[in-house]
């Protein structure tokens, strides 16, 4: 998408919705849907076999004055520091995508009740010749859902659709380390709502989202 118009500004929103299972020999297809004075729509899909399995929308957009300052995204109470926080090892249920390519730290003490909130801290094993940006984008969504720890082990879910705005035009942070956090606000009928929010190393707020999940169990 980032190739499909030249002199983009930085990303600063995605929608993206999760069609159906990609897998083997894809095919990517990108187009510029508006170039406005600020910002920049463009529209990607992934297709496999005629079939389309995501389907996202970017926008690009550059800064506009103003003087309005908010910034409220403190980091969970009681954070481990991501150089004190013990590796959280690979699980037989876990995805083999997440055990190749991921490393993940506990970011908070255990809790003695069950809450509907997944939070750690998260890097990605090779990052070599990733953009800040690709590499957050990769890093988002990377933990289970919030609800997981009130479901029965190994209960499927599967993500539907996932907004994500990012807070900053130029994230950076420390030895590829983000802090993630997930979580659920709502499940019913096998439909759970989360939020979520990455930080970086420092504390500073990155990128929040929402997203829509299909719990099977």
């Known amino acids: 998408m980032q190739a499909g118009g030249a002199g983009l500004p930085p990303l600063r929103s995605a929608a993206v919705s999760f069609v159906g299972p ?12 508006r170039r406005g004075k600020n910002a920049t729509w463009i529209s990607g899909e992934v297709w496999r076999e005629g079939e ?10 550059g800064p506009v004055a103003g003087s309005l300052r908010l910034n409220d995204r403190p980091v969970p109470a009681g954070l481990i ?23 993940f730290r506990f970011a908070l003490p255990k809790s003695e ?11 990605l094993k090779d990052r070599a010749g990733l953009d800040a940006m690709s590499e957050l984008l990769l890093i988002a969504d ?7 720890p009130l479901v ?36 019913e009928n096998g439909c759970s709502s989360q939020i979520m929010d990455v930080w970086n ?12 999940i299909a719990v099977f169990g």
């Open 201 to 212: 190393a420092d504390g500073e707020p990155v990128a929040s989202g929402m997203q829509s």
């Open 81 to 103: 520091p991501v150089e004190q926080a013990r590796s959280r090892t690979s699980h037989p249920l876990m995805p083999v995508f997440l055990r190749n390519y991921f490393e």
């Open 152 to 187: 029965q082990p190994g209960s499927p879910v599967s993500s539907m659709t996932w907004q994500i705005n990012l807070l900053t035009a130029a994230p950076a942070t420390q030895d590829g380390w983000w802090l993630l956090r997930s979580r659920g606000d709502y499940a």
């Open 52 to 61: 389309c399995g995501l389907q996202a929308g970017f926008v690009f957009m």
């Open 142 to 148: 990377a933990l289970p859902p919030g609800v997981m």
């Open 113 to 123: 009740a069950a809450l509907p909130e997944v939070c750690a801290w998260v890097r």
């Open 22 to 33: 990609l897998y083997g020999q894809v095919e990517v297809q990108a187009r510029v849907l």
